[in-house]
């Protein structure tokens, strides 16, 4: 079986992509493997997946989500592709579209199956009060690290996060 | 350090016979089953993305509903950052905590767990909580019954995140749906020396399980010993996610049968036999020994007893120690921190007096 990226060597290296319910094998040979930072483990991490699907011509990221940020937590979509870690339950609606397709990837199904919870916990946005008021002291020092830092723009957006928060308290 | 009693206490998962295992207890080969479950609170941000007031609030929310269920009625619960390292180190070679949840030191990580550390939840680690049942042998039926029945106890008192289509919500897009991964610590040498196990771990790929270390995930193997989990989480219901994972299990252990039977064979039979007597030998007198060194000697004096080997030794014993000769459970028996290099003469001093018994 020859390596998807050189397209050369024979691939030593496999692991299971899922793109359009498909399962998709994806084989590498060591020394791709290596370029890309991918040791032989016998599982990769968020992160890597995201970056090796990238490079097969799976493109997870596009511009024009980068500027997209949960309401309820602040996670910009940026920060999610980073680390691999959503932020709360809410930014499974802010992201849902791009999260999607990478959870079809990830679990080759798209709905869950097993048990659910209780009836009651179903409706999931903004925070409870108790931690209103936490959140906003979090904010607020966050804001003045932005202005210590000049960054301003970033600042602004706190600023008006804050003034949300508060009004709802 | 405040845990020296629970170093001092046998591990109650990994003795043998279990009162009523799925399937029999085979050779030792799976040493015991875990259910984990992944759960977080609606409408509070992960932990990862909440300060330490807000996590400790969490912590508070968790404790007051574990005081409802009846299963969890004798249990502990510590906050770590009440702990210094070594205890931390400790929950975390006793498999009640994961590598990450004990270097945290900023947040609000804590942990509830029973006495018999069957049962224990870890509050702020990726999630609000993890919770986990771990049984002796090939059990994780038994260990999802418990688990699920304190699932539901902790769901009347605490919202869950959970979504229409994908179910329950964790921080890592890897753990959503049912945010279950069952696993067996599987203790596999004769796949190992027979040079299958990489096969083996490119199959299970296939059948969407994965191999992990004995510390779980991003954590390297010791003494031939793996952790086999399933990789999916979303589009599976529990039951078959177990029952799944139970027949890829049950056929690795006919593999490992088989990769044993080769051993026996006269080619090989001689180089595996005092390859593990000297093991024995070096085990038997070393005055010092590092813990990684120590797991693989014990590790072939675990197959020379599956072998058919004599040697003084019983299986029992021989699970406990590969536990016990961890540094931090050498230093909370004996009482005080050490260096390394007392660490080692008194993990050898250990060894020597077990094998003597
Ligand atoms: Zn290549
Ligand atoms: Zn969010």
Redesign the interface.
């Known amino acids: 079986m020859l390596c998807n990226i050189c397209k050369k060597n024979d691939a030593t290296i ?3 992509g899922i793109f359009d319910n498909q399962v998709v094998k994806i084989n590498l040979c060591e020394e791709c493997a290596k370029k890309k930072g991918i040791e032989f483990k ?2 990769l ?2 992160p890597e997946i995201i970056a090796t699907l990238s490079d097969l011509g799976l493109p997870i990221v596009t511009e024009n989500k980068k500027t997209v940020k949960c309401k ?4 910009a979509y940026t920060e999610f592709k980073e ?7 809410d930014c ?1 609606n802010t992201f849902e579209s791009y ?1 999607a397709p ?2 079809e990837r ?13 009836p ?3 409706e ?5 009060k ?2 209103l008021s ?2 906003i ?2 904010l607020k020092k966050q804001l003045n690290e932005a202005v210590k830092s000049e960054e301003y723009e970033k600042a602004a957006e706190l600023r008006d996060k804050i003034r949300e928060l508060e009004k709802k308290q | 350090m405040i845990l020296g009693a629970l170093a001092k206490q046998e591990i109650n998962w990994l003795k043998s016979n279990p009162p009523a295992a799925d399937n029999v207890q085979e050779d030792g080969i799976v040493m015991s089953s875990r259910v984990r479950l992944a759960r977080n609170l609606s409408n509070q941000p992960f932990p990862l993305r909440a300060d330490r007031i807000l996590q400790l609030s969490t912590m508070d929310k968790v404790v007051s509903a574990v005081q409802s269920i009846n299963l969890l009625s004798n249990a502990y619960v510590h906050k770590l950052n009440d702990l210094d390292k070594i205890d931390r180190l400790l929950l975390m070679e006793r498999h009640l905590i994961s590598h990450e949840h004990a270097s945290n030191i900023n947040g609000g990580p804590g942990l509830v767990f029973t006495r018999d550390e069957t049962i224990s939840i870890m509050v702020n680690e990726e999630d609000h909580l993890r919770m986990q049942v771990i049984t002796p042998g090939l059990s994780p039926k038994i260990a999802w019954k418990t688990l699920n029945e304190i699932d539901d106890g902790l769901n009347e008192k605490l919202k869950f995140a959970f979504h229409p289509r994908w179910g329950y919500l964790t921080a890592c897009p890897t753990n959503i749906g049912t945010g279950m991964r069952v696993s067996c610590l599987m203790h596999l040498p004769g796949l190992v020396i027979t040079n299958e196990i990489e096969r083996l771990f490119n199959g299970l790929t296939r059948v969407g399980l994965t191999a992990r270390g004995f510390y779980g995930e991003g954590t390297k193997p010791l003494g031939d010993i793996f952790q086999i989990s399933n990789a999916v989480t979303l589009g599976k219901n529990e039951e078959s996610i177990i029952d799944d994972l139970g027949k890829v299990v049950n056929s690795i252990i006919r593999y490992e049968k088989g990769a044993r039977q080769k051993l026996l064979k006269d080619s090989l039979k001689e180089k595996v036999e005092d390859n593990i007597y000297r093991s024995y030998g070096i085990l038997s007198f070393a005055k010092s020994i590092e813990t990684e060194e120590a797991i693989q000697h014990i590790s072939k004096l675990k197959l020379g007893l599956s072998l058919k080997m004599k040697l003084a030794v019983k299986l029992d014993s021989i699970d406990q120690l590969i536990f016990t000769i961890q540094p931090a459970h050498l230093q909370e028996i004996v009482g005080r921190e050490l260096t390394a290099e007392q660490r080692d003469a008194t993990r050898a001093e250990l060894i020597r007096k077990s094998l003597i018994n």
């Open positions: 496999f692991f299971k016998p599982e991490s968020l309820s937590c602040g996670l680390r691999g870690r959503l932020g709360c339950a499974y999260l990478l959870i990830i679990h080759g199904k798209s709905k869950h199956t097993g048990k659910k919870t209780a009651t916990t179903l999931s946005t903004g925070y409870e108790e931690g936490q959140q002291s979090l």
